[in-house]
């Protein structure tokens, strides 16, 4: 069974530095997911990516296979992306269910 | 589209009290599951549904049931209600690989 793991747990930085967020796991995969989760609690799919990279106006989610790692950037950041983000793989290789990280709390200041 | 719903949003149970938590999706999406996320912790599944008629347990389903009569609703049921069980519980849908497209949540408190 997979094995989510992310870093940093927490992330605090000032508006407009470039944020990265890193998601390694266990098993290989079909396609990894990225999340935010809102202060008032509702999540949003942010990506799907099974290689390469996505880019969704700031946002750049990066994957590679061979290492098992995918990142997630954020360029200029503005208080507005403060969020937990979350990453979630396939439970195993081509299964629908997922397993999720525990999240990365960012907080970015004006 | 209204896309995912939940009702309620928040609930109060006291000690082996029942309920049951409402889902619902207009997207015709095959797939549906309910989470619960506990503070500090990832997502957990509870079940999981791969169409009308077929449910499976996830990684914790004990004290819950589920079922899925139509494509669009998943019910969760809550029997015998514990503090344990004091969450926050997300549904979701998607299609076969697809992404998932999660509700707003209900934030339910056992004292």
């Known amino acids: 069974k997979n094995e989510v793991e992310q870093s940093p747990q927490n992330l605090t930085a000032q508006e407009g530095e470039f944020i990265t967020i890193n998601c390694s796991y266990s098993?290989?995969?079909?396609?990894l997911h990225w999340l935010q989760q809102h202060p008032g609690g509702g999540i949003v799919s942010l990506f799907m990516l099974s290689s390469g990279k996505k880019k969704h106006g700031r946002l750049i989610a990066t994957i590679n296979i061979q290492e098992k790692h995918s990142s997630l950037h954020i360029t200029a950041s503005h208080p507005r992306d403060s969020a937990v983000y979350i990453c979630a793989a396939p439970e195993y290789t081509g299964f629908q269910k997922l397993v999720f990280g525990t999240g990365t709390r960012l907080l970015v200041s004006p | 589209n209204a896309g995912v719903t939940q009702t309620p949003k928040f609930r109060i149970l006291k000690i082996g009290q029942s309920m049951t938590l409402q889902c619902a999706q207009d997207m015709n999406h095959n797939y549906m599951y309910w989470y619960r996320q506990d503070p500090g912790m990832g997502l957990k599944l509870i079940y999981y549904s791969v169409g009308a008629g077929i449910t499976d347990k996830g990684e914790v389903p004990n004290g819950y049931n589920v079922s899925r009569s139509t494509t669009e609703d998943f019910p969760l049921r809550l029997e015998l209600a514990a503090p344990s069980q004091t969450s926050v519980y997300f549904c979701?849908?998607?299609?076969?690989?697809?992404?998932?497209?999660f509700g707003p949540g209900t934030r339910l408190t056992v004292l």
């Open positions: 979701a849908s998607s299609d076969r690989g697809a992404t998932q497209y």
């Open positions: 098993v290989g995969i079909s396609a």
